[in-house]
C-alpha cells in the first residue's frame, strides 16, 4: 500500500528513484510561508462559505500558523518522500490536528495551488528588486553630482570619440535601470493576479468565493480563466526577461568600470573593501565584484531560456514539466538582487582621477569640434573633415598632441582658422559647446540632475 497523501488507487509504494527523481521540496521550501498564506485564506473562505465548519476551518488555521513557526524556527523536518512543499505541509496538518486537516485540500488542487504560492512570492521579490533598484539609482545620481566638473573621454569602438562631462555617463545609466525597473513595475500588473480557485484545471465545483480569498491575499484581480491560471507561465518568463535585461546592464556598466580601473586606464580608483587580492602577484588589486556580475549575466540568461524551453511543447493544461518553472526564478532573484547591491556599493565607493580623464579627454578626442569650427565658417562637412585629417596626420607624424599647434600652423591647412579656434582645444570647452537636449553641456547635466531628483524624490 501507498503512503502517499495521492495513494488510494496505487497497490505498491513509489520507486526510491521515482522519488528522488520527481521531489521538489529541497527546492520549493522556499515557497513555504507563501503557501501557508494561501492555505490560510482558502480555509478561511471554506469556513466562511460553509464548505466546511467554522470550527475545522479554525483548527486548520491554528494548525498552520503553528507549521510555520516550525518552518520560520528550523524545526520543521522536511521530507523528500512527500514530494513537494504542499503536501510536506498538508501532511504535517494532518498529523497536528487529526484527519481534519484532510479537509484543506476541499475545494483545490496542487496546480491551483502551487502557481498561487509562486505569484505570492514573485510579487514580493519584484518589490525587492525595485526597492534595490531605487538605492542603485539614487547612488548613480550622488555620483553624478559629485563629477559634474569633471570632464572625461567618451568612447565609442573603445577609441576614444569625444569629451563628456563624467556626470553624463552615471546619468545614462540612471535611464537604463530606471527602465528596468519600470519593467518590473509593469510586470507586477500581470504577476499580480489570483489563480487560486481555478482547481486542477476546469474550476472547483464547490460554492467558493474567489473575491474573498484574493482580498485576503492582497491580489489586485483574479485570473479569469481555470486553464490559463493553472498552466500559463508567460508573466513568469517575463519577469525572468526583465532580470536578464537588467543583467546586461549590470555587465555592460561593469566592463566599464573593469576597463577604467586597469592599470592602463587609471580613471578610476575602486576601494580596497570592494576589491580582491591575488595570491600570488602582490601589486594586484582585482575588481571581482563586478567580473561576476558580469559573469553571472550568463546563468540569468540561461534561466531565461530554460524556461521558455520548459513551455515552448506543452500541451494544455497543467504538467508536471512546469514545476521546473522554480529553480530558474529562484537563482535570478538571488543573483540579480545580489548584482544590484554589488553595483550600488561600487557606484557610491568609486573614486574618479580627475586629471588622469582631463588628460584624456583632450588631444585628439577633440577633432570633431576643430572640424565643426569649419564648418561654422562655410566649409561643407566632409570636407572640413578631410582637413583635420590632414592636420591630425600632421602633428602624429611629429609625435604632438592636438593642443600644441599654433595658429601660424594651423592658417597652413585654411585660411579660415582665426585666434578663436584655439579656444576649442580645450575639453571642458567642447564638452559644453554640446548644448542640445539630452546633450553634455554643464546647464544640460544641471538640468537633468534636477529632473532626477525631483523624480527619486516623488518616490
Ligand atoms: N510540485 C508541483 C509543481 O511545482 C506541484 C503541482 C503538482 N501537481 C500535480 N498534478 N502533480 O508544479
Same mark, same amino acid.
Given at each position: 500500500m501507498s503512503k502517499k497523501l495521492w495513494g488510494g488507487r496505487f497497490s505498491e509504494g513509489t520507486d526510491e528513484f521515482v522519488e528522488e527523481f520527481t521531489e521538489s521540496v529541497s527546492f520549493d521550501k522556499e515557497l513555504a510561508i507563501y503557501d501557508i498564506k494561501g492555505s490560510i485564506a482558502h480555509a478561511k473562505m471554506l469556513g466562511e462559505q460553509e464548505i466546511i465548519s467554522k470550527e475545522d476551518a479554525e483548527k486548520i488555521i491554528k494548525g498552520l500558523e503553528e507549521i510555520k513557526k516550525e518552518i520560520e524556527s528550523g524545526k520543521f523536518k522536511w521530507k523528500k =518522500?512527500? =514530494? *513537494?512543499v504542499h503536501m510536506n505541509i498538508e501532511k504535517a496538518l494532518i498529523e497536528k490536528i487529526? /484527519?481534519?486537516?484532510?479537509?484543506?485540500h476541499t475545494g483545490r488542487s496542487r496546480n491551483d495551488q502551487v502557481i498561487t504560492a509562486f505569484r505570492l512570492y514573485l510579487k514580493e521579490e519584484i518589490n525587492n528588486i525595485i526597492m534595490l533598484l531605487k538605492e542603485l539609482k539614487k547612488a548613480l545620481l550622488n555620483k553624478a553630482k559629485e563629477t559634474v566638473d569633471i570632464v572625461a573621454p567618451a568612447y565609442t569602438h573603445l577609441q576614444k570619440a569625444q569629451p563628456i562631462r563624467l556626470a553624463h555617463y552615471f546619468l545614462a545609466y540612471l535611464e537604463m535601470y530606471n527602465r528596468d525597473e519600470e519593467r518590473f513595475k509593469d510586470n507586477l500588473k500581470r504577476v499580480d493576479q489570483m489563480p487560486l480557485? /481555478?482547481?486542477?484545471?476546469?474550476?472547483? *465545483?464547490? #460554492?467558493?468565493?474567489r473575491e474573498k480569498t484574493a482580498k485576503e491575499l492582497g491580489f489586485s484581480s483574479i485570473m479569469r480563466n481555470s486553464l490559463d491560471a493553472t498552466s500559463s507561465r508567460d508573466s513568469i518568463i517575463e519577469f525572468l526577461s526583465n532580470c536578464a535585461i537588467c543583467m546586461s546592464n549590470l555587465s555592460r556598466q561593469s566592463e566599464d568600470f573593469i576597463i577604467w580601473n586597469s592599470t592602463e586606464f587609471s580613471y578610476i580608483e575602486l576601494p580596497d573593501k570592494l576589491t580582491t587580492g591575488s595570491s600570488i602577484m602582490p601589486q594586484k588589486k582585482n575588481p571581482d565584484v563586478l567580473e561576476l556580475i558580469r559573469g553571472k549575466t550568463g546563468r540569468v540568461y540561461g534561466n531565461l531560456i530554460a524556461l521558455l524551453t520548459t513551455v515552448?511543447?506543452? #500541451?494544455?493544461?497543467? $504538467?508536471? *514539466?512546469?514545476? =521546473? *518553472?522554480k529553480e530558474p526564478v529562484f537563482d535570478s532573484v538571488k543573483t540579480l538582487k545580489g548584482s544590484i547591491i554589488g553595483m550600488t556599493k561600487i557606484v557610491e565607493g568609486l573614486k574618479p582621477n580627475k586629471e588622469r580623464m582631463e588628460r584624456e579627454a583632450g588631444g585628439f578626442a577633440l577633432a570633431t569640434d576643430l572640424a565643426n569650427y569649419l564648418v561654422r565658417k562655410g566649409v561643407p562637412f566632409r570636407e572640413a573633415h578631410h582637413i583635420v585629417g590632414k592636420i591630425v596626420s600632421y602633428l602624429v607624424n611629429q609625435n604632438? %598632441?592636438? =593642443?600644441? !599647434?599654433t595658429l601660424e600652423e594651423l592658417k597652413t591647412f /585654411? %585660411?579660415?582658422?582665426?585666434?578663436?579656434?584655439?579656444? !576649442?582645444? $580645450?575639453p571642458y570647452y567642447v564638452a559644453d559647446?554640446? $548644448?542640445?537636449?539630452?546633450?553634455?553641456?554643464k546647464n544640460r547635466i544641471l538640468e537633468q540632475i534636477e529632473y532626477w531628483e525631483g523624480k527619486l524624490k516623488e518616490s
Open positions: =518522500e512527500l =514530494e *513537494d487529526g /484527519s481534519i486537516g484532510g479537509k484543506l480557485g /481555478s482547481g486542477a484545471l476546469a474550476g472547483v *465545483d464547490f #460554492p467558493i468565493d515552448k511543447g506543452l #500541451p494544455l493544461a497543467y $504538467n508536471r *514539466d512546469l514545476q =521546473e *518553472d604632438r %598632441e592636438l =593642443e600644441s !599647434i /585654411s %585660411e579660415l582658422f582665426d585666434k578663436d579656434s584655439l579656444k !576649442i582645444l $580645450n559647446a554640446r $548644448n542640445s537636449y539630452g546633450g553634455t553641456a
